[in-house]
Structures are given as structure tokens and as C-alpha cells.
């Protein structure tokens, strides 16, 4: 059965899951062009500096490509009412779980993509002394950020249906009106501590917020 | 005989406009079960809530030997559904279709579904969303038929088709019927086709039921009179008035259900005099039911 709904989820985002794994494989590979080199051979501070640049660019891939890979299956289903799933003789919440899973693997394709450009571009530079490369790292954080968009998405979509509009909007409405009101009234405490709840380490979006360094120390 | 379908009191509502009431329904296991209805009269909704798609505000639905839609899992393993409009996924081909179908059922028949495959004259390379209505309508019951089910449960499976293809589509559903004995649950507004080869059925109304009752009675037992002198009274008349016309001073039409030859003796005793028996097809039957339903005329049962 998984194997089944695997081939589905395949067939219908396998180009966007392409595109995605060439951005995440191009990314760190030009990188150091990004920061003004024009060098044959880039440099270790070029790459570095080329990935403080382009490394938010990674959120957002992660971000974006897995809105689309959760939400894309989902409007499939939804032409026909979800009348094929709710006719076939498992439960709902097992097809759901097939699904999620199914879409969940599928992000290993652009986070293997991204493993295999960061060790692309750390194979053209020498690396001085006491700095070292994590090609793992980074594309396991990737994988990470990418699933917790996707978790996210998925959840919001299957669990609201059709007023996932409206609640996605809510989602963003209600944090925005929050911290535009604790600016106002002076209170910027209140609006800090709720972007450090969701975005510091331990917070639900961290993963997102900190450097994406591929060389450090 | 155990009922291959059970519905009681069945309640169920979609907003202030439409819903069924106190709906109930017995289908005897081995029958072909004809469901009768005018568009949106409720007959798809009253399929949905039959597989467990959804849930009864009131009432119980039993659908071999099991609840639903609590163990709809289990129920829906022995069914085989055709819904009105195509619900497979349109980008899978017709191969891929026939795989997908075959990993949730376990007693799909590779070999039947190939070779319903060539009778229906369908390639394996065909993409869903690139086929015609009859080319899908001959898919979905093609994967119906191949997994065994015990129940079939078709929902307008004919409505669009051309007469060849919906010929071929019920001629094999009639061969599958006679092979593995499933029962059929059949839901349309053709009223001719279900009188081929239903031998129950069901009919539908305004979110009701008005009738439900063999297809020999159905066909029979429904006739028009026309009686002179007709007594104004409705006590104790041995059949149903579904509708009562007034044809001119002394002349109606009545249209009666549960007609017997020696129910000529009530018009005499009540000082009537019958003067005529027609027989009404199918489709008279059933729209004359409709209108007794719905209280068209001045009599009602």
C-alpha cells in the first residue's frame, strides 16, 4: 500500500522535487560567485561569504518547496472530494499518515542534492588551518527545516481542509497584530519574547533562524 | 436471508436545505437493488453515508454485518463502488490505476482485470484524465468487478454512456452477478434499465423514502382506474390513492398501489362503479409514485 501512495506522491511533484534538489545541489556550488569572486579557484572566505548570503536562501527553499510538496497532493485528492481514499478499506487517519510519510521521504531528494553540493564546493577550496567544512550538517539541517515546514503545511491543510486559507492567514494575521500592538503601546518585551519562543532554540522555528554555515571552526 | 444493507431512521443534514429523513432501507443479500430517485432527491448522499464517507446525525447503517461508518475500513474490503463521477486520480494511466487499486484489495483478480481490460477495449498506457466519460465509466467498473466484491455499489454507473457502451458495461456486470452471487445496489433515474435487471427497488424522494418493494410488485402492482362515481371517502380502501385526477363531472383517474383483481368488490360496495384497469410501465409507475409523494394531487395515500 505505502509503496503504492510512495509512486503517487512521485508522480505527481517529481519535477518540483527536481527543481528543488538543483537549486539545493546549485547553491553552495556558486556560492563563493557571490561574493565577488572571480577567481578560477574560489577561496575558503569567498565560499563562507557567498554562503552568509545565499544561506537564508535555504530557509526559504526549505520553506516554500515544502508548502508545495504537502499541499499539491492534497488538492489532487480534493478535486474529487477525497472520494477515491475514502472508498479504498483502510482508515482515514492511516491514509493521512501514508501520505504525510510518503511526502516526507521525498525531502530527502533535495537534502541529498544539497549534501552532495556542499561537498562539491568544499572540494574546490583548501581549507586553512583550523577551519572545517560540515557538508552533513548543513544538509541534515536542511532536511530538518524542510520537514518542519512540511509537518506544518501538511498538518494546517488535512486538518483544516478547505479553511486552510482563512487559518493559514489567521496564522500569520493574529503574531503580526500581536507584535504590532506591543510596539505601539511600547510593550516591545512582550512581542521580543514571543519571537524568541518561536525562533530561539528550543522554539518550533529555530531551525530556520540561525546561520546556515557550511565552514566554521 | 441475512440483509446485505440496513438502514434505520437514518437522519442527516447539509445546512437549511437539504436532508434526509428518517430514512430506512433493507437490501436482502443476492439482490439486485434498484435505487430510484429524481436528481438530487438524495440518492448519492444516502451512498455516502452507506460506505461510511459520512456521518448519520441519527440512525444506524449496517453494511455487511458492520457498522458504519465505524468499521467502514472493514465493510468497504468487500465492496466495489463506482461513484457518479470519476474519482481516480487522473494522472495515473490505466495500468497504473489497476496497480494502485490492486494494493488495497486483497482479493483483486489480476487475470479478470486484464481481461475486462481487452473486452472493455482499454489501453494500459491510456492516462486517466485523458479518457472519455464511457472510457472512464468502463475503467471504474472494470476495477469494481476485479476485486471480488461481495456488494457492488453503483452510482449512476450508465448515466452519460451510449447506448453500446452502457450495454457492454451491464452486460458484464450481469455475468459477474451470476458467477459470484454478489449483491448490487444500483442508484439511478433510468428507469428502464433498472427494470431489466433489477428484482428490488427503492424509491427516492426529497431526502425520503416513498417506496420499497420487490420489482414484480413494482411492475404490477401499480394501476390506473378509472371509476365513475367515485365515493369521496378514503376509509378503508384496500389499496393506496397515490394520485386521484378528476376527469370530468362523474369521471376520475385514480393511480393505486398494492392492486389485487378481487379488490373490484370495495367500488361496488361503496356504490363506484370501475370502469376501466390500465397497466402503467415502469416509468409511469414510478412517476406516479413520485407525485403521491409529493401530494400533487387532491388525494393523497
Known amino acids: 500500500m505505502f509503496a503504492m501512495i510512495l509512486r503517487t506522491q512521485w508522480a505527481w511533484t517529481r519535477v518540483l522535487v527536481a527543481l528543488l534538489a538543483l537549486i539545493a545541489f546549485l547553491t553552495p556550488v556558486f556560492a563563493w560567485r557571490i561574493s565577488g569572486g572571480n577567481d578560477r579557484a574560489p577561496g575558503a572566505m569567498q565560499l563562507i561569504k557567498g554562503l552568509v548570503l545565499l544561506g537564508p536562501m535555504l530557509g526559504f527553499l526549505a520553506l516554500f518547496g515544502s508548502f508545495v510538496l504537502a499541499v499539491y497532493p492534497w488538492t489532487i485528492d480534493a478535486e474529487t472530494k477525497h472520494v477515491y481514499p475514502l472508498s479504498l478499506p483502510i482508515t482515514w487517519s492511516r491514509y493521512v499518515g501514508m501520505r504525510y510519510f510518503a511526502g516526507a521521504l521525498t525531502l530527502l531528494v533535495p537534502a541529498l542534492a544539497l549534501y552532495v553540493g556542499n561537498r562539491f564546493a568544499v572540494s574546490m577550496i583548501t581549507l586553512p588551518p583550523l577551519l572545517q567544512a560540515y557538508p552533513g550538517t548543513l544538509a541534515f539541517r536542511f532536511l530538518l527545516a524542510a520537514l518542519v515546514a512540511y509537518s506544518a503545511s501538511f498538518a494546517l491543510q488535512y486538518l483544516a481542509g478547505r479553511r486552510a486559507t482563512i487559518v493559514a492567514l489567521l496564522l500569520v494575521l493574529v503574531p503580526t497584530l500581536i507584535f504590532a500592538a506591543a510596539e505601539l503601546a511600547g510593550a516591545r518585551g512582550f512581542g521580543d519574547a514571543v519571537g524568541r519562543f518561536l525562533f530561539e532554540w528550543p522554539g518550533p522555528f529555530s531551525v530556520f533562524s540561525q546561520p546556515w554555515v557550511l565552514i566554521d571552526v | ?301
Open chain 2, 1 to 301: 436471508m441475512t440483509d446485505a444493507i440496513r438502514i434505520r431512521d437514518l437522519t442527516w443534514r447539509a445546512g437549511k436545505e437539504f436532508a434526509l429523513r428518517d430514512l430506512s432501507m433493507t437490501v436482502p443479500t443476492g439482490a439486485i437493488y434498484g435505487f430510484l430517485g429524481p436528481n438530487g432527491s438524495g440518492k448519492t448522499t444516502t451512498i455516502r453515508l452507506m460506505l461510511g464517507m459520512l456521518a448519520p446525525e441519527h440512525g444506524t447503517i449496517d453494511v455487511l454485518g458492520h457498522a458504519m461508518p465505524k468499521f467502514a475500513h472493514r465493510a468497504l474490503a468487500k465492496i466495489g463502488y463506482v461513484p457518479e463521477v470519476v474519482h481516480l486520480y487522473s494522472r495515473l494511466t490505466v495500468d497504473e490505476a489497476m496497480r494502485f487499486h490492486k494494493a488495497f484489495f486483497a482479493t483483486f483478480d489480476d487475470a479478470e482485470a486484464d481481461r475486462l481490460r481487452r473486452r472493455f477495449g482499454l489501453r494500459e498506457d491510456q492516462r486517466i484524465g485523458a479518457l472519455s466519460k464511457g472510457e472512464s465509466g468502463k475503467l471504474m467498473m472494470l476495477l469494481a468487478l476485479s476485486q471480488r466484491a461481495e456488494l457492488l455499489v453503483l452510482d449512476e454507473p450508465t448515466d452519460g454512456l451510449d447506448p453500446v457502451i452502457r450495454r457492454e458495461v451491464l452486460s458484464a456486470l450481469v455475468e459477474y452477478v451470476d458467477v459470484h452471487q454478489a449483491t448490487v445496489f444500483i442508484s439511478s433515474h433510468l428507469v428502464h434499465e433498472q427494470e431489466r435487471i433489477c428484482d428490488w427497488v427503492g424509491v427516492m424522494d426529497g431526502g425520503r423514502m416513498v417506496a420499497e418493494l420487490p420489482m414484480q410488485e413494482f411492475r404490477s402492482g401499480i394501476k390506473r382506474l378509472r371509476v365513475l362515481n367515485a365515493p369521496p371517502t378514503r376509509d378503508a380502501m384496500p389499496f393506496s390513492v397515490l394520485s386521484r385526477d378528476e376527469i370530468s363531472l362523474h369521471h376520475e383517474d385514480w393511480v393505486v398501489r398494492g392492486w389485487q383483481p378481487e379488490m373490484r368488490e370495495w367500488f361496488q360496495r361503496s356504490g363506484a362503479e370501475l370502469r376501466e384497469i390500465q397497466d402503467l410501465d415502469l416509468e409511469d409507475s414510478f412517476v406516479e409514485l413520485l407525485r403521491g409523494a409529493r401530494g400533487v394531487t387532491t388525494e393523497a395515500r
